[in-house]
Structures are given as C-alpha cells and as structure tokens.
C-alpha cells in the first residue's frame, strides 16, 4: 500500500537548520519528559529538578558525570570518523569489553608475584587494552575486505563473542579454570582487585577538594582526543578522503582512493579508541574484570555520534548530555522510587526526535495526487 506522501531528498540541506537539530531535540525531548512525568502522577518540577539539576548540584555529582562521559565520548569519536566514511560500526560494545579484557590479562601477567612490572605497567595496560579494541575492530574489516561481509552485522556478532570471552576469561569451563579470576576470590566470577601502580591517577591525589570522588586523570585523555580526532578529520588528507568515501562513494573511486584503506583505517581508529574506553574503564572506577560487566557504552555512544552530528566538539557535548540522563534516572531512582528504565525512556525519546528531525531537514514531503 502506497503511502499518501513521498519524502524527496533535499538538494542541498540548510547548514543552519543542521546545526540547529540538536538543540531543537533536546527541548522536544525535555517536554516530552514533562508528559511523561505528568503521566506517571508525579510533581513535573521535582521531577525535573532531580533528573536534571540535583546531578550538577555538587563537585561529587559532576565527577561522576564526567565519569561517564569519558567513555561515551571516547567510543563516539571512534564512531564519528568510522560512520562519516559509510562505515556502519555498531559493535564499539565489543571492542570497550576486549580492551578491558586485555587491560586485565597485562596486570595478570605483569603486575602479581615478586618480580611485578609497577612503573610501566599502567601505561602497557592502556596500550594494549586500545591495540585489543583495534584488533577486534580489524578482524571486522578483514571480513569486510575480504569476503564482503556486511560490517553492521559481522561488528554486532562480535559484541557477544567478547562477551563470551569476558565470561570464560572470569568463569572458565568445565574443564579449563578461568584464566582471570581472582585466586582468592572463592570463585566470583571477577579479577582480583587491582594493585595501586595499576590505577589511574586520581583527582583527590593532587586536589583535596576532590576528596571522596572517583574522578581520574583519564579524563584529560578525553580532552586530548576531542581536538586530534578534530584534527584528524578536518586537517588531513586522510580525513578528506573518509568525508568523500561517506558523501560521494563514486566520485571517492573516480578519483582513486582506496576504499579498502578506508574501511580499515575506520575500524581500526574507531576500535582503539572503544578499546582505550575499557582500558579506562577497567584501570579507574572499577578497578577490576567483572563477569557482570556490561556497560552498554558502546552502543549508547551510537545516540551521541549522531547527536553530536559527527563533529568531535558535539560528541563531546552530546555525551555530557547523555551521562546527564543516566546520573538523572538513578537520581529519581533513589529520590522520588521511579524505576531506573526512566533513562533509558529518555534516551529513546532522544534517538526518536533526532532520526525524525534528520529526515525533516534532509528530505521533503510531497503529497501524492
């Protein structure tokens, strides 16, 4: 059956109104908040105040926004690069797990008994979780390269294929004993807790005002990524290419790059730096590999590439954003006894308004006669 319209794509979309969507979503998205408050028979400016005020109203609440930020805005910019070169990378979730997969089996390795590496071992850590996230992006570009594997679904798989990693590296099986798992941890199914030379640098070291925070130096990695990724994508040749490849995929091969280089330079930057997210993860707020580990960053960090509309700075903004709504959901959790899924209604709402605001500003809608 026909529809009684037809969405014609734009000639040449408004830049302004382009840069006007986030902003026009996120107040679409905080009045529909407002209805579903109003709905659920709860005090709307309670409400408000707690989901959106109470997590900026001291040091504490902002470290913890920040928090979790940090990872979401690493693993965007990785998807922001990959998606501006039409290459759909979906699994960042499986690459944020192996990198802290990694990061674990180097402290395992390097960091117990009598002759621990304790000066190095942190930064190794860092390093090899970002190369396992990149690797674990690669072999998705090697299937795509070399047997044409469509990467939404071959990056998917491979999340519960890490996940299973992450299981067996805590659980092990029947007849293996779990590489990772803590010695003498009476079978939980986690690493044993990680020494002080394996942890990131906290603020409360250097500051006192930081005292009873969890904020670590790692977000100053974050901070670093936002401008090189900026620079990456709009300074260099590379950059360019992927922006042709992801806009003109004819006219990238007219003029002779190599699509193949593209494919596996997008997975592999946007692995390494879901990598160094649970790398990060892993060495600061947790201090260990739990089996229960299931952060779902890295498909969140989907919500913020795109509402960051692909640009490094809007990542960044889109994942305070984000981490704002989730530190929102457990603050009405514990102050007014919603449920926790509040958050994740809210970001739905959010993609909701963003793809149908997407498809105003880039298409038309003409009646059929």
Not at 155 to 168: D, G, H, K
Not at 257 to 283: M, P
Request: charged letters at 10%.
């Amino acid at each position: 059956m026909l529809l009684p319209f037809q969405l014609i794509p734009r000639a040449e979309p408004s830049r302004r109104i382009q840069l006007l969507v986030p902003i026009v979503v996120t107040a679409a998205t905080l009045l529909a908040g407002l209805l579903v408050f109003m709905a659920l028979g709860v005090d709307a400016g309670s409400a408000f105040h707690a989901y959106f005020i109470a997590p900026l109203s001291s040091l504490y609440s902002i470290s913890e926004l920040l928090l979790k930020a940090l990872p979401l805005c690493l693993v965007g910019l990785g998807l922001g690069i990959a998606y501006r070169a039409n290459v759909w990378n979906i699994g960042a979730e499986g690459q944020l797990i192996m990198g802290g997969v990694a990061a674990t089996w180097v402290m395992a390795r390097f960091g117990v008994g009598d002759g621990a590496l304790t000066d190095g071992l942190l930064p190794l850590m860092i390093l090899v979780g970002t190369l396992a996230g990149a690797a674990w992006g690669g072999l998705a570009a090697w299937m795509k390269t070399r047997f044409n594997a469509n990467e939404i679904l071959t990056t998917l798989m491979l999340v519960y294929v890490a996940q299973s990693i992450l299981q067996y590296a805590l659980v092990g099986t029947v007849d293996t004993p779990a590489p990772l798992q803590d010695p003498e941890g009476t079978g939980f199914p986690q690493s044993q807790l990680f020494p002080p030379f394996a942890l990131m640098l906290q603020f409360h070291q250097f500051f006192d005002a930081f005292v009873g925070t969890r904020l670590h130096v790692g977000v100053f990695l974050m901070l670093i990524a936002v401008p090189l990724v900026w620079l990456f994508t709009a300074k260099s040749f590379a950059g360019f290419q992927m922006k042709v490849a992801g806009l003109a995929p004819l006219a990238a091969n007219y003029a002779g790059f190599k699509t193949t280089r593209l494919i596996w330079l997008a997975l592999l930057v946007s692995g390494g730096l879901a990598g160094l997210a649970g790398a990060l993860e892993v060495t600061g707020p947790i201090g260990q590999l739990q089996d229960s580990w299931r952060p779902g960053y890295g498909f969140t960090a989907i919500i913020v590439a795109f509402l960051g509309r692909l640009h490094p700075v809007g990542i960044l903004l889109g994942a305070l954003l984000m981490a704002l709504l989730t530190l929102g959901g457990e603050a009405l959790q514990m102050s007014m006894s919603l449920p926790q899924s509040v958050s994740s209604l809210f970001q739905g709402l959010l993609l909701l308004f963003l793809l149908a605001a997407d498809v105003w500003v880039n298409y038309r809608v003409v009646w059929r006669r």
